[in-house]
């Protein structure tokens, strides 16, 4: 009895095995999915399809894009939230991540609670842009005329909680001016927008913005970064006219929480190859942002101080988000 006892549990786990390989064997053929809070054509959508592209290659694994527009990104960040931590099913923020825990009261989630932070990928300067037939060609001469007609002239807001929606606020705050929020889904339906003529001005990340820049099919009043941007000549910086305004955004990865440690290891080291390809540093120095790479422990740290950071922009500002 005793050995047939043993025989019968060998037997018996042998089974449960054999029933949990073809599992396992699926996770890992499984393709990976890098969630996108906002439409195709956007800077994190042009960042995450060039990530997904490398990590595709690397890993041997097909990587794709999904893009889920709205909410200020999350929608997107709840999806993957509430995922299964296996690898699969990531997701690609920027800093409206880290804005959106104090700008929206009730949030779905927890920025940090619920995510297992992977890697920076990318920190890009903005532009301050104007249409093109806008009765001034400076930020200078925006100021004084929206002083002058306070609540007339608008801004495109591409994403609620992004750093761009920051950057239009802390502008109003700095500079005593009226104008108008007009929300949209994406930096894309925004810009296009702009370059209609619909809306008057935008903050924009320089990937979206450089595509238009000797074009003239819009205005450039000036860059948010502490220097001039050598790919923007003749540009000035915007804190050259309002003292001490500078604004950036960061895009990483994240995956949902409790990720097993192998797994985020082995996803940061393919996201580390991406973004240490001198293609991709071409890509980002052409287009005045800067590639990024920063371990799990290290983005998570960052994720924690730029909450705080951006809790006292939002409370000097009072803006909020139902």
């Given at each position: 009895?005793?050995?047939?006892?043993?025989?019968?549990?060998?037997?018996?786990?042998?089974?449960?095995?054999?029933?949990?390989?073809?599992?396992?064997?699926?996770?890992?053929?499984?393709?990976?999915?890098?969630?996108?809070?906002?439409?195709?054509?956007?800077?994190?959508?042009?960042?995450?399809?060039?990530?997904?592209?490398?990590m595709g290659e690397t890993l041997q694994r097909s990587v794709v894009v999904d893009n889920k527009p709205g909410a200020g990104g999350n929608i997107a960040a709840q999806y993957v939230a509430r995922s299964t931590p296996d690898g699969t099913t990531l997701l690609m923020s920027f800093t409206g991540h880290t804005i959106n825990a104090s700008l929206y009261k009730n949030l779905p989630f927890d920025a940090v609670r619920d995510f297992t932070p992977i890697s920076m990928v990318a920190r890009v300067p903005s532009v301050l842009v104007a249409r093109k037939n806008a009765p001034f060609d400076n930020t200078a001469g925006l100021i004084d005329y929206a002083r002058r007609n306070p609540g007339k002239?608008?801004?495109?807001?591409?994403?609620?909680?992004?750093?761009?929606?920051?950057?239009?606020?802390?502008?109003?705050?700095?500079?005593?001016?009226d104008i108008l929020n007009i929300p949209y889904k994406g930096t894309n339906p925004a810009l296009t927008d702009l370059l209609a003529g619909t809306v008057d001005l935008m903050f924009a990340s320089t990937v979206n913005v450089l595509p238009h820049a000797k074009s003239g099919a819009l205005k450039i009043l000036g860059v948010s970064s502490r220097q001039p941007l050598p790919q923007l000549q003749g540009v000035p910086t915007i804190g050259s006219t309002v003292k001490g305004f500078e604004s950036s955004a960061w895009f990483g990865l994240f995956g949902p929480a409790r990720l097993p440690q192998a797994t985020t290891d082995q996803l940061y080291r393919a996201v580390k190859i991406a973004v240490e390809d001198p293609a991709y540093k071409q890509r980002m120095e052409a287009e005045a942002a800067s590639a990024v790479s920063m371990t799990p422990q290290a983005f998570a740290q960052f994720v924690r101080g730029d909450i705080q950071h951006w809790a006292k922009v939002i409370q000097a500002s009072g803006t909020r988000v139902e």
């Open positions: 009895m005793p050995f047939s006892k043993r025989q019968f549990l060998a037997s018996a786990a042998l089974t449960v095995l054999a029933s949990m390989a073809p599992a396992v064997h699926a996770a890992t053929d499984k393709p990976i999915t890098i969630v996108v809070g906002s439409p195709a054509g956007g800077t994190t959508d042009a960042l995450a399809r060039l990530i997904a592209r490398s002239l608008s801004f495109a807001i591409g994403a609620q909680g992004s750093s761009l929606h920051l950057a239009s606020e802390q502008f109003k705050l700095q500079t005593g001016t």
